[in-house]
């Protein structure tokens, strides 16, 4: 199984919403990532979690709350965000000892539009 | 910051043609990966190139790095209607604790008419 799961698929929220996304892989990866990405540009990395911490924070704000529960498991929480925020939000995972040359597999990601 | 830059930004082919797609980036390199990417959807790992390679091929892909150039390009032959995807190279480096850093380029949006 080299599936990663993201949901929802699509998420619509106000601006003073909270919600959250989830993604899930059975792989058996200790490295876990999220990315935004913006219509018609490439993915910029948010966050990683490497054996259920966190180890890079991409000066993402604070309305934007990852958390690691298992290592399967990633969420994103979200809360008052911003219109341009609105983007596709990307999981990724690799494998245990996170060699560079370890495939990143991505899920499909969650399409979030913030009105 | 945007590691890699793609060139060129759009390629329209016809089916069966080959398309040639450029990246450079700037910093020095342990590999450097192609990925591609359905109409926003997620992205799927192609190939890996590693610093000390220069030439890589894998089914219809052929990759190419020249590290003197800080470039490499990609090679689709005999293209088909399915290969029509945007296609993002991304430098590794890694960032300890176990895990890495991909930094993507712009991406080059590849259509190719039947």
Known sequence: ?????????HLVMGMTNKKSLKCEQHMGHRAMYWYKQKAKKPPELMFVY??????????????????????????????????????????ASSQAGGRSTDTQYFGPGTRLTVL | SQQGEEDPQALSIQEGENATMNCSYKTSI???????????????????????????????LRVTLDTSKKSSSLLITASRAADTASYFCATAANIGAGSYQLTFGKGTKLSVIP
């Open chain 1, 50 to 91: 490497s054996y259920e911490k966190l180890s890079i924070n991409e000066s993402v704000p604070s309305r934007f709350s990852p958390e690691c529960p298992n290592s399967s498991l990633l969420n994103l929480h979200l809360h008052a965000l911003q219109p341009e925020d609105s983007a596709l939000y990307l999981c």
């Open chain 2, 30 to 60: 342990n590999n450097l990966q192609w990925y591609r990417q359905n109409s926003g959807r997620g992205l799927v790992h192609l190939i890996l190139i590693r610093s000390n390679e220069r030439e890589k091929h894998s089914g219809r």
């Open chain 1, 1 to 9: 199984d080299t599936e990663v799961t993201q949901t929802p698929k």
